[in-house]
């Protein structure tokens, strides 16, 4: 746990097995919500991977 009192969403994965990091602005985006409570709505054509 950090010191804003919640898990921080760091974006960084496995790199092996998914070819993904997150930029710090989606971070960013991320640790807000978690750190309101509220949802986030994601937004994007079907099958981009949204869930």
Same mark, same amino acid.
């Given at each position: 746990?950090?010191? /804003?009192?919640?898990?921080?969403? *760091?974006?960084?994965?496995? /790199? =092996?097995?998914? *070819? ?5 602005? @989606? ?12 949802? @986030?709505?994601? *937004?994007? =054509?079907?099958? /981009?991977? *949204? /869930?």
């Amino acid at each position: 746990m950090s010191n /804003t009192g919640f898990n921080q969403f *760091k974006g960084d994965v496995n /790199t =092996e097995r998914i *070819k993904y990091i997150a930029d710090p602005q @989606l971070r960013n985006i991320v640790n807000v919500s978690i750190a309101l409570a509220r949802p @986030l709505l994601v *937004k994007g =054509e079907p099958g /981009t991977g *949204k /869930t």
